[in-house]
């Protein structure tokens, strides 16, 4: 059975994706910029850049 989603205005349907991040130790969260915000950010480009396919 499929589902059908929300379209986008273009009529393409709705993508959803999520971003994990994770790190192994807790050393050097405490700073302002981190590894994890590193990944986030990272993930988020990657999206971006994806926008139209």
């Known amino acids: 059975m499929s589902r059908q989603g ?3 205005q273009n009529g393409k349907p709705t993508v959803r994706c999520a971003i994990y991040t994770r790190k192994s130790t807790e050393e050097g969260l405490e700073q302002e910029f981190n590894t994890l915000d590193a990944q986030r950010e990272s993930g ?3 999206i971006a850049s ?3 396919e």
């Open 50 to 52: 994806q926008k139209n």
């Open 44 to 46: 988020e480009a990657y």
């Open 6 to 8: 929300k379209l986008t």
